[in-house]
Protein backbone atom coordinates (compact mmCIF):
# COMPACT_ATOMS: atom_id res chain seq x y z
CA UNK A 1 0.00 0.00 0.00
CA UNK A 2 2.90 2.00 0.40
CA UNK A 3 3.68 2.05 -2.93
CA UNK A 4 0.44 3.19 -3.98
CA UNK A 5 0.46 6.50 -2.78
CA UNK A 6 4.23 6.66 -4.09
CA UNK A 7 2.70 6.28 -7.53
CA UNK A 8 0.56 9.08 -6.76
CA UNK A 9 2.29 11.51 -4.61
CA UNK A 10 4.50 11.57 -8.06
CA UNK A 11 1.86 11.89 -10.34
CA UNK A 12 -0.71 14.46 -8.53
CA UNK A 13 1.83 17.31 -8.32
CA UNK A 14 0.79 20.87 -7.42
CA UNK A 15 -0.60 22.56 -10.25
CA UNK A 16 -2.68 25.67 -11.17
CA UNK A 17 -5.48 26.84 -10.45
CA UNK A 18 -8.52 26.66 -13.08
CA UNK A 19 -9.75 30.29 -13.83
CA UNK A 20 -13.12 28.79 -14.99
CA UNK A 21 -15.72 27.75 -12.38
CA UNK A 22 -17.01 24.32 -12.65
CA UNK A 23 -19.67 24.33 -10.44
CA UNK A 24 -20.78 20.60 -10.43
CA UNK A 25 -19.23 17.96 -8.20
CA UNK A 26 -15.91 16.61 -10.57
CA UNK A 27 -13.63 13.59 -9.50
CA UNK A 28 -10.04 12.04 -10.31
CA UNK A 29 -9.14 8.85 -9.70
CA UNK A 30 -7.11 5.69 -10.26
CA UNK A 31 -7.86 2.15 -10.64
CA UNK A 32 -6.12 -0.56 -10.29
CA UNK A 33 -7.52 -4.14 -10.56
CA UNK A 34 -5.84 -7.08 -9.97
CA UNK A 35 -7.14 -10.66 -11.31
CA UNK A 36 -5.86 -13.53 -8.97
CA UNK A 37 -6.44 -17.04 -11.30
CA UNK A 38 -4.17 -18.71 -8.73
CA UNK A 39 -0.93 -19.02 -6.76
CA UNK A 40 1.55 -18.69 -9.99
CA UNK A 41 -0.94 -16.51 -12.55
CA UNK A 42 -2.30 -12.83 -11.91
CA UNK A 43 -3.30 -10.02 -14.93
CA UNK A 44 -3.24 -6.22 -14.06
CA UNK A 45 -5.22 -3.98 -15.17
CA UNK A 46 -5.09 0.20 -14.53
CA UNK A 47 -6.46 3.33 -15.46
CA UNK A 48 -7.29 6.95 -14.13
CA UNK A 49 -10.62 8.38 -14.88
CA UNK A 50 -11.90 12.06 -14.64
CA UNK A 51 -15.62 11.73 -14.00
CA UNK A 52 -16.99 9.76 -16.73
CA UNK A 53 -13.81 10.41 -19.08
CA UNK A 54 -11.07 8.13 -19.09
CA UNK A 55 -7.77 10.08 -19.20
CA UNK A 56 -4.98 7.56 -19.07
CA UNK A 57 -4.65 3.75 -19.65
CA UNK A 58 -1.82 1.35 -18.89
CA UNK A 59 -0.21 -1.13 -20.62
CA UNK A 60 0.18 -4.01 -18.57
CA UNK A 61 3.06 -5.96 -20.29
CA UNK A 62 5.32 -2.99 -20.59
CA UNK A 63 4.03 -0.44 -17.52
CA UNK A 64 3.44 2.28 -19.87
CA UNK A 65 0.78 4.81 -19.60
CA UNK A 66 -1.46 5.05 -22.08
CA UNK A 67 -2.75 9.14 -22.71
CA UNK A 68 -6.13 8.73 -24.24
CA UNK A 69 -6.30 12.82 -24.61
CA UNK A 70 -3.34 15.09 -25.25
CA UNK A 71 -3.92 16.89 -22.20
CA UNK A 72 -3.25 14.22 -19.18
CA UNK A 73 0.61 14.83 -19.99
CA UNK A 74 0.43 18.11 -18.56
CA UNK A 75 4.07 19.42 -18.04
CA UNK A 76 5.90 16.59 -16.77
CA UNK A 77 8.76 15.70 -18.46
CA UNK A 78 9.63 12.36 -20.28
CA UNK A 79 11.48 11.09 -17.74
CA UNK A 80 9.67 11.75 -15.14
CA UNK A 81 6.88 9.84 -16.39
CA UNK A 82 9.36 7.11 -16.60
CA UNK A 83 9.55 7.45 -12.72
CA UNK A 84 5.58 7.06 -12.46
CA UNK A 85 5.57 3.99 -14.68
CA UNK A 86 7.81 2.48 -12.85
CA UNK A 87 6.36 2.99 -9.47
CA UNK A 88 3.11 1.96 -11.03
CA UNK A 89 4.46 -1.21 -11.69
CA UNK A 90 6.05 -1.75 -8.77
CA UNK A 91 2.70 -0.95 -6.72
CA UNK A 92 0.67 -3.65 -8.53
CA UNK A 93 3.59 -6.16 -7.67
CA UNK A 94 3.95 -5.51 -4.56
CA UNK A 95 -0.41 -5.31 -3.43
CA UNK A 96 -0.38 -8.41 -5.46
CA UNK A 97 1.74 -10.01 -3.05
CA UNK A 98 -0.23 -8.66 0.05
CA UNK A 99 -3.06 -10.72 -1.28
CA UNK A 100 -1.41 -13.70 -1.97
CA UNK A 101 1.12 -13.78 0.86
CA UNK A 102 -2.61 -13.94 3.21
CA UNK A 103 -4.64 -15.95 0.76
CA UNK A 104 -5.42 -18.70 3.98
CA UNK A 105 -5.53 -16.32 6.32
CA UNK A 106 -7.56 -13.77 4.78
CA UNK A 107 -9.87 -16.82 3.26
CA UNK A 108 -9.35 -15.75 -0.28
CA UNK A 109 -10.56 -18.33 -3.09
CA UNK A 110 -9.27 -18.65 -6.54
CA UNK A 111 -10.22 -16.79 -9.01
CA UNK A 112 -10.54 -13.90 -7.22
CA UNK A 113 -9.98 -10.26 -8.40
CA UNK A 114 -9.04 -6.82 -6.23
CA UNK A 115 -10.24 -3.34 -7.01
CA UNK A 116 -8.40 -0.63 -5.75
CA UNK A 117 -10.26 3.69 -6.45
CA UNK A 118 -7.95 6.07 -4.96
CA UNK A 119 -8.55 10.13 -5.57
CA UNK A 120 -10.49 12.75 -4.84
CA UNK A 121 -13.90 14.60 -5.28
CA UNK A 122 -14.02 18.46 -6.02
CA UNK A 123 -17.53 19.79 -4.49
CA UNK A 124 -17.42 23.03 -6.21
CA UNK A 125 -13.66 25.23 -7.71
CA UNK A 126 -12.60 26.93 -4.58
CA UNK A 127 -14.56 25.04 -1.54
CA UNK A 128 -14.03 21.33 -0.11
CA UNK A 129 -12.80 18.41 -1.21
CA UNK A 130 -12.85 14.80 -0.27
CA UNK A 131 -10.53 12.62 -0.63
CA UNK A 132 -11.35 8.75 -1.18
CA UNK A 133 -9.53 5.28 -1.21
CA UNK A 134 -11.71 2.45 -1.45
CA UNK A 135 -11.10 -1.31 -1.62
CA UNK A 136 -12.94 -3.77 -3.31
CA UNK A 137 -12.91 -7.87 -3.58
CA UNK A 138 -14.66 -9.41 -5.85
CA UNK A 139 -16.68 -6.62 -7.05
CA UNK A 140 -17.75 -5.90 -3.01
CA UNK A 141 -16.83 -3.38 -0.75
CA UNK A 142 -14.29 -4.73 1.74
CA UNK A 143 -12.79 -1.21 3.27
CA UNK A 144 -12.09 2.43 3.04
CA UNK A 145 -9.63 5.29 4.21
CA UNK A 146 -11.26 7.93 6.41
CA UNK A 147 -9.57 10.36 8.75
CA UNK A 148 -6.62 8.04 8.70
CA UNK A 149 -8.34 4.91 9.47
CA UNK A 150 -8.79 2.11 7.81
CA UNK A 151 -12.38 0.86 8.05
CA UNK A 152 -14.35 -2.36 7.57
CA UNK A 153 -17.59 -2.43 4.80
CA UNK A 154 -20.36 -3.59 6.62
CA UNK A 155 -20.47 -6.37 3.75
CA UNK A 156 -16.85 -7.35 3.99
CA UNK A 157 -17.13 -9.72 7.04
CA UNK A 158 -14.22 -11.15 9.12
CA UNK A 159 -12.09 -10.63 5.61
CA UNK A 160 -12.37 -6.83 5.92
CA UNK A 161 -11.67 -6.68 9.79
CA UNK A 162 -8.13 -9.11 8.78
CA UNK A 163 -7.08 -6.45 6.36
CA UNK A 164 -8.27 -3.09 8.36
CA UNK A 165 -5.81 -4.72 11.20
CA UNK A 166 -2.80 -5.33 8.94
CA UNK A 167 -3.02 -1.88 7.00
CA UNK A 168 -3.97 0.16 10.39
CA UNK A 169 -0.40 -0.75 11.40
CA UNK A 170 1.69 1.45 8.67
CA UNK A 171 1.38 4.67 10.74
CA UNK A 172 3.59 6.42 7.98
CA UNK A 173 1.81 5.08 4.76
CA UNK A 174 -1.59 6.32 6.37
CA UNK A 175 -0.45 9.54 7.24
CA UNK A 176 1.18 9.70 3.32
CA UNK A 177 -2.38 8.40 2.22
CA UNK A 178 -4.21 11.03 3.98
CA UNK A 179 -1.90 13.86 2.73
CA UNK A 180 -2.43 12.69 -1.08
CA UNK A 181 -6.24 12.94 -1.04
CA UNK A 182 -6.69 16.02 0.62
CA UNK A 183 -4.02 17.75 -0.64
CA UNK A 184 -2.00 16.80 -3.77
CA UNK A 185 -5.06 15.51 -5.28
CA UNK A 186 -7.00 18.21 -5.14
CA UNK A 187 -4.41 20.64 -6.65
CA UNK A 188 -3.60 17.83 -9.33
CA UNK A 189 -7.76 17.76 -10.15
CA UNK A 190 -7.67 21.47 -10.70
CA UNK A 191 -4.38 22.01 -12.94
CA UNK A 192 -6.32 18.97 -14.74
CA UNK A 193 -9.58 20.78 -15.26
CA UNK A 194 -7.62 23.63 -16.65
CA UNK A 195 -5.37 22.01 -19.04
CA UNK A 196 -8.26 20.02 -20.40
CA UNK A 197 -11.22 22.40 -20.29
CA UNK A 198 -12.06 22.42 -24.05
CA UNK A 199 -12.42 18.67 -24.43
CA UNK A 200 -14.17 18.67 -20.33
CA UNK A 201 -16.61 21.27 -21.26
CA UNK A 202 -17.39 20.20 -24.73
CA UNK A 203 -21.11 20.23 -25.62
CA UNK A 204 -22.69 18.18 -28.51
CA UNK A 205 -26.42 18.30 -29.38
CA UNK A 206 -28.18 14.61 -29.02
CA UNK A 207 -29.78 13.17 -32.20
CA UNK A 208 -32.90 11.23 -31.37
CA UNK A 209 -35.62 8.82 -33.33
CA UNK A 210 -38.11 6.37 -32.51
CA UNK A 211 -38.34 2.62 -32.98
CA UNK A 212 -40.81 -0.36 -31.70
CA UNK A 213 -39.23 -3.15 -30.28
CA UNK A 214 -40.17 -6.66 -30.02
CA UNK A 215 -44.26 -7.49 -29.84
CA UNK A 216 -45.15 -7.46 -26.09
CA UNK A 217 -48.03 -9.62 -26.79
CA UNK A 218 -51.47 -9.19 -28.64
CA UNK A 219 -52.74 -5.66 -29.23
CA UNK A 220 -49.38 -4.09 -27.81
CA UNK A 221 -46.28 -1.82 -28.55
CA UNK A 222 -42.95 -1.34 -27.24
CA UNK A 223 -42.12 2.23 -28.12
CA UNK A 224 -38.10 2.94 -28.34
CA UNK A 225 -36.76 6.43 -28.32
CA UNK A 226 -33.44 6.76 -29.33
CA UNK A 227 -31.28 9.54 -28.10
CA UNK A 228 -27.48 9.91 -29.55
CA UNK A 229 -24.13 11.39 -29.55
CA UNK A 230 -24.93 13.64 -26.65
CA UNK A 231 -21.79 15.11 -24.45
CA UNK A 232 -21.98 15.66 -21.76
CA UNK A 233 -23.65 12.15 -19.63
CA UNK A 234 -26.43 14.01 -17.96
CA UNK A 235 -29.69 13.54 -19.95
CA UNK A 236 -33.38 13.53 -19.41
CA UNK A 237 -35.75 11.42 -21.67
CA UNK A 238 -39.56 10.41 -21.27
CA UNK A 239 -41.99 9.55 -23.14
CA UNK A 240 -45.11 11.75 -22.53
CA UNK A 241 -48.62 12.31 -23.45
CA UNK A 242 -49.18 16.06 -23.88
CA UNK A 243 -47.37 17.44 -20.89
CA UNK A 244 -47.88 13.96 -18.96
CA UNK A 245 -45.11 12.00 -18.24
CA UNK A 246 -45.67 8.40 -18.70
CA UNK A 247 -44.81 6.22 -15.79
CA UNK A 248 -44.31 3.10 -17.40
CA UNK A 249 -41.16 4.89 -19.72
CA UNK A 250 -38.07 2.14 -18.92
CA UNK A 251 -34.84 3.73 -18.92
CA UNK A 252 -32.33 1.61 -20.11
CA UNK A 253 -28.04 2.00 -19.46
CA UNK A 254 -26.36 5.82 -20.65
CA UNK A 255 -23.42 3.67 -23.03
CA UNK A 256 -20.26 5.43 -24.18
CA UNK A 257 -19.57 5.84 -28.03
CA UNK A 258 -15.62 5.66 -28.98
CA UNK A 259 -15.92 9.67 -29.50
CA UNK A 260 -16.39 10.20 -25.84
CA UNK A 261 -20.40 11.41 -26.61
CA UNK A 262 -23.36 8.88 -25.45
CA UNK A 263 -26.51 7.07 -26.41
CA UNK A 264 -29.54 6.19 -24.28
CA UNK A 265 -32.55 4.24 -25.43
CA UNK A 266 -35.92 4.40 -23.32
CA UNK A 267 -38.98 2.18 -23.98
CA UNK A 268 -42.80 2.20 -23.10
CA UNK A 269 -44.60 -1.12 -23.41
CA UNK A 270 -48.69 0.20 -23.94
CA UNK A 271 -51.78 -1.04 -25.82
CA UNK A 272 -51.35 -0.38 -29.67
CA UNK A 273 -54.62 1.44 -30.24
CA UNK A 274 -53.50 4.28 -27.08
CA UNK A 275 -50.24 4.99 -28.85
CA UNK A 276 -51.55 7.91 -30.86
CA UNK A 277 -50.70 11.13 -29.51
CA UNK A 278 -47.51 10.01 -27.55
CA UNK A 279 -44.22 11.95 -27.98
CA UNK A 280 -41.15 10.97 -26.70
CA UNK A 281 -39.10 14.77 -24.79
CA UNK A 282 -35.25 14.99 -24.55
CA UNK A 283 -33.38 17.41 -22.25
CA UNK A 284 -30.02 17.88 -22.30
CA UNK A 285 -27.18 21.16 -21.89
CA UNK A 286 -26.70 21.62 -25.47
CA UNK A 287 -29.95 22.06 -26.17
CA UNK A 288 -30.09 25.68 -24.97
CA UNK A 289 -33.05 24.83 -22.53
CA UNK A 290 -35.55 24.06 -25.23
CA UNK A 291 -36.72 20.38 -25.17
CA UNK A 292 -36.26 18.13 -27.77
CA UNK A 293 -39.58 16.41 -28.95
CA UNK A 294 -40.03 13.32 -31.06
CA UNK A 295 -43.63 12.65 -32.28
CA UNK A 296 -44.68 9.16 -32.72
CA UNK A 297 -46.86 8.19 -35.86
CA UNK A 298 -48.74 5.21 -35.88
CA UNK A 299 -47.02 3.06 -38.94
CA UNK A 300 -50.02 2.46 -42.02
CA UNK A 301 -50.21 -1.45 -42.77
CA UNK A 302 -49.41 -2.54 -46.47
CA UNK A 303 -53.50 -2.94 -46.64
CA UNK A 304 -53.74 0.40 -45.99
CA UNK A 305 -51.42 1.47 -48.63
CA UNK A 306 -52.96 -0.27 -51.76
CA UNK A 307 -56.24 0.66 -50.97
CA UNK A 308 -55.49 4.65 -50.81
CA UNK A 309 -53.35 4.07 -53.25
CA UNK A 310 -53.20 1.23 -55.54
CA UNK A 311 -56.76 1.31 -56.10
CA UNK A 312 -57.38 4.60 -56.80
CA UNK A 313 -54.65 4.43 -59.96
CA UNK A 314 -56.41 1.14 -61.17
CA UNK A 315 -59.32 2.74 -61.40
CA UNK A 316 -57.96 6.21 -63.15
CA UNK A 317 -56.10 3.81 -65.58
CA UNK A 318 -59.75 2.02 -66.03
CA UNK A 319 -61.31 5.41 -66.68
CA UNK A 320 -58.64 6.71 -68.99
CA UNK A 321 -59.00 3.58 -71.34
CA UNK A 322 -62.50 3.49 -71.27
CA UNK A 323 -62.66 7.47 -72.50
CA UNK A 324 -60.20 6.00 -75.05
CA UNK A 325 -62.21 3.58 -76.48
CA UNK A 326 -64.78 5.81 -76.58
CA UNK A 327 -62.74 8.59 -78.47
CA UNK A 328 -61.58 5.62 -81.33
CA UNK A 329 -64.86 4.59 -82.27
CA UNK A 330 -66.30 8.40 -82.39
CA UNK A 331 -68.63 8.24 -79.79
CA UNK A 332 -70.77 5.68 -81.39
CA UNK A 333 -74.02 4.97 -79.18
CA UNK A 334 -71.92 1.35 -77.13
CA UNK A 335 -70.00 4.02 -75.80
CA UNK A 336 -72.49 5.59 -73.61
CA UNK A 337 -72.38 3.19 -70.50
CA UNK A 338 -69.12 1.66 -68.88
CA UNK A 339 -67.92 -1.19 -70.65
CA UNK A 340 -68.65 -4.17 -68.64
CA UNK A 341 -65.05 -6.29 -69.39
Known sequence: MLFLQLVLLVVLLPGGDSEDAFQEPISFQIILTISFYNDSRTQNLGSAWLDELQTHGWDNKTGAF????????????????????KLLYTCTTRLRQVFQDHVR??????????????????????????????IAYQGEDLVSFQNMTWWPSPKGGSRAHHVCKLFNQDHVMNQGLHTLITDSCPQFLLSLLDAGKEDIQRQERPEGWLSTGPSPGPGRLLLVCHVSGFRPKP????????????????????????????????????????AAGLSCRVRHSSLGGQDMVLHW????????????????????????????????????????GFPLE
Open 297 to 336: EQPHSMGLVFLAVIVPLVLLAGLVLWLWKCWKTHWRPQCT
Open 235 to 274: VWVMWMRGEQEQQGTQRGDVLPHADGTWYLQTSLDMKARE
Open 105 to 134: HWHLEYPFQVQLAEGCKLLRTGEASVGFVR
Open 66 to 85: IFLWPWPRGNRSTEGLMKVE
